[in-house]
């Protein structure tokens, strides 16, 4: 086999010399994300969460949930460049290298990829784990600051799908992957940014409503 | 002179095949566009924003100069493929030939820079003039809708200096175009964005503190 067909990526002509392939099972990859995600919603549910009501604490949930996805997942494949060369069955570089089957650009590093990959990393990981701890504590900047990051997700989304849509759409392996990986597990991050989106932007109104009903009384 | 190198921009190798050379001097072009955004800011400045405070009426101002310059200008790149083979002199394909100087992603149609100049010319340009409108009428959306766009200016301006720098920041000219064109003329949408999203952000808290209050005292 030559080294440009050595990976099960496509477009067949990527060039990743030095690929290692994948040890993991696709469903040991999966269940252990999953675990992952379930002990740390099952943690923010119980012990975070316990004295706020229940859309709070599911929102303390998503935000624990896609705060550490974006820091510890995101993070390391934007700072690991040499990912599928691992043998180390590192479960990090396995986790992109069975991405990669959904979007090659990630074994390819795309540089929008790594540009959305590397803000969502290192400005929402970390700000999505302050939303847990400005909903717990009740802040004023609570909504702001949620809204702020599911627009930032929402725009990443998009120059995601728009980049790979003018490049052809052409970087999954197969039609399975594509809409299993490209489409719906990134469909969650466009869902759910949008409902939270939606949500604080009507609270911020509201609130910018009642302080000017408040400061008309006051001046009648 | 071989193909590859009939047009002004940087890399050499950049292949633009029925390449048309500019027709406008830098200076016509910058006049067209200095002039035509002074009538905008004097129209805004006088008309439409007679009656409010002079912040405000600064803001109405930046949000139409900053709104059509979204709509049309980036608008005619994005929906424009083969502005450089333009050969009428129309304006706006001579402002891309002469900016692709600066920046030779746009003579070279690269998917990042579509993808964001997509998105800032068919959602932030509307929602700019939005903007115009929200603070003229003391809107309730007023502050949220300027700080989603100006968020989504940063973060379209971050994936445009990210994306460049990894494919290793040699769309220039030369150094003149490069600071001129690339550093000075976005840096503008990094300075301002950032000062209103600053305003916007602590005027939606204050407000949420506001109501946060009134709440508490009328619970009392």
Same mark, same amino acid.
Do not use: H, M
């Given at each position: 086999m030559d080294e440009a067909a050595a990976h099960p990526y496509v477009p067949r002509d990527l060039k990743l010399p030095g690929y290692v392939p994948i040890s993991m099972s696709m469903s040991t990859i999966l269940a252990v994300y999953l675990g992952a995600s379930l002990f740390v919603v099952t943690f923010?549910?119980?012990l975070l969460g316990r004295k706020k009501a229940h859309l709070d604490r599911l929102l303390m949930c998503w935000w624990a949930f896609t705060g550490l996805t974006h820091m510890v997942l995101e993070g390391y494949f934007v700072f690991s460049p040499?990912?599928?060369?691992?043998?180390?069955?590192? +479960?990090?570089?396995?986790?992109? *290298?069975? &991405? #990669?089957?959904?979007?090659?650009?990630?074994?390819?590093?795309?540089?929008?990829?790594?540009?959305?990959?590397?803000?969502?990393?290192?400005?929402?990981?970390?700000?999505?784990?302050?939303?847990? +701890?400005?909903?717990?504590?009740? *802040?004023? &900047? #609570?909504?702001?600051?949620?809204?702020?990051?599911?627009?930032?997700?929402?725009?990443?989304?998009?120059v995601y799908f728009i980049t790979a849509f003018l490049e052809g759409d052409n970087f999954a392996t197969n039609s399975f992957y594509y809409y299993s990986y490209y489409i719906f597990a990134n469909g969650w991050w466009v869902l759910i940014p949008f409902l939270i989106s939606y949500r604080c932007w009507n609270k911020i109104c509201e609130s910018a409503n009642g302080v000017e009903t408040k400061i008309k009384k006051k001046t009648r």
């Open positions: 923010v549910w119980f040499d990912f599928f060369k691992d043998n180390t069955s590192c +479960y990090l570089a396995e986790v992109w *290298k069975e &991405y #990669s089957k959904g979007d090659s650009r990630y074994a390819g590093r795309d540089s929008a990829v790594i540009a959305v990959e590397g803000i969502t990393a290192v400005i929402e990981g970390p700000a999505s784990l302050l939303a847990v +701890y400005a909903i717990a504590k009740g *802040k004023s &900047y #609570s909504y702001v600051l949620q809204l702020a990051i599911s627009l930032g997700q929402l725009y990443g989304c998009l």
